[in-house]
Each structure stands twice: as C-alpha cells, then as structure tokens.
C-alpha cells in the first residue's frame, strides 16, 4: 500500500466510453475515481449530432466500422442496440428514432445525454475530477497516474478512455496516445474521418450552400472502388455532407500519395442515363439548356453542370448533338472531382487509426501489453461511420470492460 490516493480503477477521460465504464464500475461496488482534462465532462457528447447527440443507431452492426470491425463485433455482442437503448431509458433519457435508424434524446438536446450520465456517475459512487491531465502512466504492482500538477494516484487498475485528436476544440489531443505508448502500446498512423474534403476544382464555389441527394464513388472504374449514398454539401472549398464524410476515413492513407479521384452520381436509381436524357429530349425539345433541367437538378447545380459539359445554352435541346447527349449523361452519373486533401483535425469529427488493436483483448477490452490496463473507444483503431456508430461503440466499450474487470 502507498500513502498516495489509492483507487480499484482510475478512468482517464469523461467522454462517452469513460463515464460508462466509471458508471458501470462505481454500481459494481468499485472505487472509482474519473479524470477529466478538460473543465466539463463529456464535451464531445454536448456537440455531438450538431448538439443533439445521436447516441445510436437501431440499425448498428459490425459492417459499419472500419479499423478493426472484427473488434466492433465483439463490443457488439456484449452491448447491442436494444441493450444501449436500454440504459438510457433506465437512466431516465426519453428517445426518439429518426431517418436511417438515427436514435435521438427526445429533447433535442445533447445535455440530456450527458448530464443523465454524470449524475448516474455521482449518484452511483464514482468521483469525478476535471482539469486534472494524467501525463504520466507506469505499472509496476499497481498503477501510478502522475497528474500535470505533479499529484500522484494510485489504482490497481487503470482505463484509458481519452478519444483521438479529432475536433480539438470540443477536447480532442493526442495525450491518450501518449499514455498509451508509454505502457508499450502501437500507434496505427491517424487520419482524419467524418470530414470534408477540399477538391481541385475551383468552381464548385459556385455552389456554396447548395445540397444534393447523391451516390459518390472513390476510385471509379477501379478495383479498390467504394461508394456511399447520402447528402452532399458544396462549399466554397470542395465537398461535406454525410456522404462524403462517410468516405473520408478511406481517403487520408491514399492522399499522402496523390489527389484522390472522384465521381458523382445525382441519380443512382437511374440505370441507362443516357437512354433518361434522350428521353427527356424528346419530351421538351423546344427547351434551351437551362429550362431542360428545370425540375431536375438544382439550379445552380445545371448551371455548372452546362457550362462543365460545353452545351450550348440557347438552343433547344433538339439540336444537341449525339456527342452532347452522351456528355450531359456521363456528367450526371459521374461527374468528376478531384480530392486534394482532407480539411484539418478541427473539422473532423473522429480519427481513424489508434491503439493497434493487435495489442488488445477483444472480448474484455484488456491490454495485451500490460494487464489490468483497458483501453477504449475512439483511442483505439476502430472508426465507424456517422448515425450514431461511434457513440455506440464508445458506450460499449466502457461497459465492456467494467463487466470484465475482476471483481473484488
């Protein structure tokens, strides 16, 4: 024994996956003693959603995670959606099931996420304590946990439940994977995911603020192609929307080597465009180029689409040569762009890559590396895609690896 604070389990990090396993732990009848960098707990539950916190999914499964989704899979299996679903309403959180299986707060609002948690958390014994950075992380009989203050805990065991660098101002740095590499753990290389993306082409400025429903497809015509379907944002630097941020994680190891390339489907549902558009000639061809796509495409989104493809603007479609119509029809089922980057880690709602999780138990979320050290949610190399996959995976991640830590 020492005469510094002793704990059963010091949990660094009140994000999603901290305080669920602080609670989980402190109902066990654990010492549990929780701490927070930063000056309120749970910051990027509060922005979560765009502030209203989309805690799952009724649809999650494995196949939405990337990384290491074998790992997801089991997080799955101990805490699947009815479970997670389950809790919350036990914790008194009213929910409401949106578009696509989203889950929401019946409020509208992340506070009512993350404040059921914290008073869960004090109600069930855990201590919380914020502006307290651990910076430095040993084991030798137990954990010692030196603070930045120069404090020194003690635990017997320790959860590093930090989150990835993403989205710094809402909290996010690279102090979990500090920690981690200093108890022998691997960094997988980190990338920003859930993240627009610029392109090289300058005239999509000319749709800031414009959004489409559509299909984009990485690396068309390729065997490394891959797809997503969803809402497209242009902004005044390239492209946002879910999905494109959907096909981000996919992109930062490629763009190191070279712009990434791009196509853009406005209507997937549409087989033979081209055989569409000649239809489409036929029914209004006393139209100009503009009045074509009237009730078609957004305005501004033809506009560009015209003068991309050289169509001629004042005379009636009938006159479109046979080269023009299948240009018009390419461009509306691949219209091409070029990615050049990815926006910065302030932008980026999650990271991809982490604790390589080769190092990791998959069942108990325990360090292979260092036993009685857990490691959790978003540290780790597993990323999912948005609708509420990363916040399941975080709950489940800290409840998790409270029912496997050892009971006194």
Known sequence: MTDTPFYDVIIIGAGASGLMCALQCARRGKKV????????????????GNGRCNLTNAFVSATDYRGTPELAQAVLQKFPFKTCLDFFHKLGVLTVQEENGRIFPRTGKSTAVAEALRLACQEAGALLRVDSQAVKLEKK?????????????????????????????????????QLARQLKHHITPLYQTLCAVNVKEKAVARLQGVRAQVKITLW???PQAVSNEGEVLFTAYGLSGPAVLNLSGFMGPQLSKG???????????????ELFIRQRVKTFAKRNAKEFFAGLLHENIANLLIDFAGVRKNVPVSQWTDNTLKTVAKNLGAWPFTVTALRPWTEAMAAAGGVNCAEINYNTLESLCCPGLYILGELLNVDGRSGGFNLHFAWGCGYTAALAMPEE
């Not at 003693?33 to 979560?48: A, D, F, N, P, W």
């Not at 009989?141 to 930090?162: P, S």
């Not at 712009?259 to 465009?273: G, N």
């Open 33 to 48: 003693m929780l701490l927070e960098k930063e000056k309120q707990c749970g910051r990027k539950i509060l922005v979560s």
């Open 141 to 177: 009989k137990d954990f010692k946990i030196t603070l930045a203050n120069g404090e020194v805990l003690h635990a017997k065991y320790c959860v590093l439940a930090c989150g990835s660098k993403a989205y710094p101002q809402a909290g996010g740095s690279e102090s979990g994977y």
């Open 220 to 222: 068309p015509g390729t």
């Open 259 to 273: 712009p990434v390339p791009l196509a853009m489907d406005f209507f997937p549902d549409i087989e033979d465009k």
